[in-house]
């Protein structure tokens, strides 16, 4: 076993194929093959398996991957000390509902990032596509939240797909409206104040179902409704249709200005927003830093952390 053989291996399940990773590290497809397949035979076991979605990785694979990728940071950084080679390329990828502070720590890394090069992704998608990526390890983490509603559901879903699920704090429900709307210096609104508004909501795909949700109080009957795909497009619609939409309260002016303002909505509900994590694998250095930052987001911003 060789470390470039683990590098091989980290860089299949970066680009998802053994012809893109070949073609991506300059190295004929069969030569890229058989060093895996040799690698396989030495350790006695299967790494990667083939379905209709391509190569993904086996139970066995997924905890070679986590040992892999510390051996191969832990010698990345002995060449940085001792060589005074340039810092490697850093990566990092993260899923996410579609939530502000999950953006600004993403920006915060990027800015610590002490790399010449790096290549960052940052997914702000579906509840179930944030179980999936986890899942395959497409990304090390996912932003989601869980419930009264939601947890038993999620609870066993994320169960089943051997993912963990760490609760960073505890909110409860707020509307996000325009700076201009009537309501906007209300203490609190309740669901007939927002009755005669538009009510915005990201919507889920094949997963549209109410435990998926990304706001809470989601059985409640709307009037109007509108679904969106995108946070810039929701807070656009807020502005110009003076619409709703029931999230966390954590909006800040750093990224959004200050025409978007959280007030309290008066139902008894709560909602614990944290981060997912593979059980197979270990969170790479970068995904540890977004993760303190996240911390230090939601902490300035007056929210109590949980352990």
């Given at each position: 076993m060789t470390l470039q053989q683990l590098k091989y291996?980290?860089?299949?399940?970066?680009y998802r194929s053994i012809t893109e990773t070949a073609r991506n590290i300059y190295i004929s497809q069969p030569a890229l093959s058989n060093s895996v397949k040799e690698l396989e035979k030495e350790l006695g076991i299967e790494i990667f398996s083939r379905n209709t979605k391509g190569i993904v990785l086996t139970s066995d694979g997924a905890e070679f991957l986590s040992y892999a990728r510390q051996v191969v940071e832990q010698a990345d950084l002995l060449e940085e000390r001792y060589t005074h080679k340039k810092p490697s390329r850093q990566r990092c990828s993260i899923s996410t509902q579609h939530y502000?502070?999950?953006?600004?720590?993403?920006?915060n890394i990027i800015r610590d990032t002490a790399s010449d090069e790096y290549e960052y992704t940052l997914r702000e998608t579906r509840t179930s596509e944030i179980i999936e990526d986890v899942?395959?390890?497409?990304s090390e983490l996912g932003i989601l939240y869980l419930n009264d509603f939601n947890g038993k559901v999620l609870a066993k879903l994320l169960h089943e797909?051997?993912?963990?699920f760490h609760p960073l704090f505890k909110a409860s429900p707020h509307v996000?409206?325009?700076?201009?709307?009537?309501?906007?210096?209300r203490k609190s609104v309740t669901f007939g104040d927002l009755d005669a508004y538009p009510y915005l909501s990201f919507e889920q795909g094949d997963f549209n179902s109410f435990y998926f949700s990304e706001e809470m109080q989601s059985t409640v009957f709307h009037r109007k409704n509108i679904h969106v795909s995108d946070r810039g497009t929701l807070f656009n619609l807020i502005i110009g249709v003076n619409g709703y939409t029931i999230s966390s309260g954590v909006v800040t002016s750093d990224l959004n200005g200050t025409q978007i303002v959280a007030v309290p909505l008066a139902v008894d509900d709560s909602m614990t927003i944290g981060y997912i994590t593979n059980s197979r694998t270990t969170l790479s250095r970068c995904a540890q830093h977004y993760i303190d930052e996240l911390r230090q987001i939601i902490g300035d911003y007056g929210c109590s952390l949980l352990s």
């Open positions: 291996v980290i860089k299949i399940v970066e502000a502070f999950a953006v600004n720590a993403f920006c899942r395959n390890m497409k797909n051997l993912l963990v996000f409206v325009s700076a201009s709307c009537e309501l906007s210096h």
